[in-house]
């Protein structure tokens, strides 16, 4: 006797046969935008492991400025002579 049970579904598979049946411009779009998210969530983790080991930088129009206090006057801008 056959068994009555169906195959059990798979998301995985799913995702790759519409990618499949997709046109190309539809195939091209979803991997440049795969590539994006990848990208950005890689971005935004460096960003926070670099922000928790304590190398607390932004960026700035004239380069990065190393951030010690939140008053403007506590700013050490990097190539200049502090002793002013």
Known sequence: ?????PAPYSIIADA?????TASEP??????????????GTVWSVC??????AGR??????FGRVL???SRPEHLILPGR????
């Open 1 to 5: 006797m056959e068994s009555l049970n």
């Open 16 to 20: 790759l046969n519409k990618f499949h």
């Open 26 to 39: 539809i195939q091209a779009l979803a991997l440049l935008c795969a590539t994006a998210m990848v990208l």
């Open 47 to 52: 960003g926070v492991l670099r922000a928790v």
């Open 56 to 61: 607390g930088t932004t960026g700035g129009r």
């Open 67 to 69: 951030r010690v206090s």
């Open 81 to 84: 002579d502090q002793t002013t």
